[in-house]
Structures are given as structure tokens and as C-alpha cells.
């Protein structure tokens, strides 16, 4: 059984930072794929950024070259690196795997979410 609880979310002024991080009480990276989903509201859930077991990162194109996804396999947790956030990346952010990278779906496991919200 594995369990994801998200932290390093909160308030920040468009052009700020935010790094967020995915605490994993099981041994997450004997999931192929791990992944950062966000929701905005009204909005479905959407893909943000994934890291497979060897390091390969892929990024939603809204995020691309500001967004990080990086993990520590010592430290079973994964992070979320934001930079030069904008009003639109507003949303509660998910820890998930083990995705899905060929059809970008998530897996069974999510954590509880952290806010986010950027203001203009």
C-alpha cells in the first residue's frame, strides 16, 4: 500500500515560486512513472509534469521550461519545482502514480492535494 501526502503549496504573487513536494510511505519508484496532476476550479483535472523510474520528464506544454519535476529515491518523494507562476497555474495540485506515460493517465495511488494560488 503506498500513500502520497503533497506539501509546499500556498500564496504567491505572479512571477514567484513554489516548490512542492510528494512524501511517499511506500516504495513509489517501483512504479514505472510518478506525476504532478493540478485541478483548477470548474476545470477537469489536468496533467502537469511526470518522471519515470530512469529520470525522463515530460511536461504539460502550459508548463513547459517553467516547471520541474525531479525525485529523491533516498528520501522516497518527489517534487514539483514552479517558476514564474502565472494567475492560471492556480489550482490544488496531486501526487500520483504510477502513471500511465503512453496514454497520460494517472494510476490508482493519489495524495490528499495542496493549494496553490498565484494572484495578478
Known amino acids: 500500500q503506498v500513500q502520497l501526502v503533497e506539501s509546499g503549496g500556498g500564496w504567491v504573487q505572479a512571477g514567484g515560486s513554489l516548490r512542492l513536494s510528494c512524501a511517499a510511505s511506500?516504495?513509489?519508484?517501483?512504479?514505472?512513472?510518478m506525476g504532478w496532476f493540478r485541478q483548477a476550479p470548474g476545470k477537469q483535472r489536468e496533467l502537469v509534469a511526470t518522471?519515470?523510474?530512469?529520470?525522463?520528464?515530460n511536461y504539460a506544454d502550459s508548463v513547459s521550461g517553467r516547471f520541474t519535476i525531479s525525485r529523491s529515491i533516498t528520501k522516497n518523494t518527489v517534487y514539483l519545482q514552479m517558476n514564474s507562476l502565472k494567475p492560471e497555474d492556480t489550482g490544488v495540485y496531486y501526487c500520483?502514480?504510477?502513471?500511465?506515460?503512453?496514454?497520460?493517465?494517472?494510476?490508482?495511488?493519489w495524495g490528499q492535494g495542496t493549494q496553490v494560488t498565484v494572484s495578478s
Open positions: 518522471i519515470t523510474r530512469g529520470g525522463s520528464t
Open positions: 500520483n502514480g504510477p502513471v500511465d506515460t503512453t496514454a497520460l493517465l494517472p494510476g490508482d495511488y
Open positions: 511506500g516504495d513509489i519508484f517501483r512504479f514505472n512513472a
